[in-house]
């Protein structure tokens, strides 16, 4: 698999969508039964076809992610062949948490504690596949309001 299994918990919430997924693989809800019953592994597969198409189109729509410890946060901006990262970092002596919510002007009273910096490159391998595994290990996606932020201050 590309992604991973969704879980049961994760299918719940897309069931609306499988139902559509099994009816246009010509599956109606006495066939899923009757495969669930009969064909375990049959079944399976089609989760995780199903799984793969969901992660697919979800990463397909995916603008920017955000990984924040507590004195360190990135911004990615993922674009088609590349990723571009602003990352902010605050010294020791600034009382501050990117882990916790806060917002811009909360930022700028620390500016003297803050270091921007930049990176850009290409992706390793699939796009999706990429943000999948930063999402695996702790990325969230966001909108890009302090990317486009941090971007022109780093100008500056």
Known sequence: MKYRR????ELGKLENRFIQFLVANTITGDDWTKIKQEKPEEANRLIEIFSEMMFETSLKKVEYLKFSEPKDIKIFKCSAE?????????????PIDFTQ???TQHLMQYIEGLSIYRSEKKYAGNREQELFKMMENGSLITDGLLFEMLKKLYAV
Do not use: E, R, S, Y
């Open 82 to 94: 590349t990723i571009t990262l602003m990352g902010l970092t605050a010294d020791d002596k600034t």
């Open 101 to 103: 919510p806060f917002d």
């Open 6 to 9: 969704l879980t049961d918990i």
